[in-house]
C-alpha cells in the first residue's frame, strides 16, 4: 500500500510542476492539451531513466570472486592454526 501511495504522489507532484513552470490553467483546453503531452513526455523520460538505472545494477558482479574467497579461507585457516598453536 506504502508502494502505491509512493507512486501516487509521485505523479501528481509531477503533474503540479509541470502546471507551475509552464503557468497553464488545466480549464483552458490547450493548456490541458499541453499539460498531456509535457507530462507523457515526462513519465517516458523518467520510465527510461529508471529502467537504465535497473538494467545497470542487474549488470554489476554482486558476488565475490572465488580467488578472493580462497584467500579469505587460507588466511582464517591460518589465523585458527596460530590461534590453537599459542594454547
Do not use: H
Request: proline letters at 1%; glycine letters at 6%; charged letters at 20%.
Amino acid at each position: 500500500m506504502r508502494i502505491i501511495t509512493f507512486l501516487a504522489v509521485f505523479l501528481l507532484f509531477g503533474a503540479f510542476y509541470i502546471i507551475s513552470e509552464k503557468n497553464l490553467y488545466v480549464t483552458n483546453n490547450e493548456d490541458l492539451s499541453t499539460l498531456k503531452a509535457s507530462y507523457s513526455g515526462w513519465l517516458f523520460s523518467a520510465v527510461k531513466g529508471a529502467a537504465g538505472f535497473v538494467g545497470q545494477v542487474v549488470k554489476m558482479e554482486w558476488l565475490p570472486d572465488v580467488k578472493t574467497e580462497e584467500v579469505v579461507n587460507e588466511t582464517d585457516n591460518i589465523n585458527s592454526s596460530n590461534v590453537s598453536g599459542k594454547s
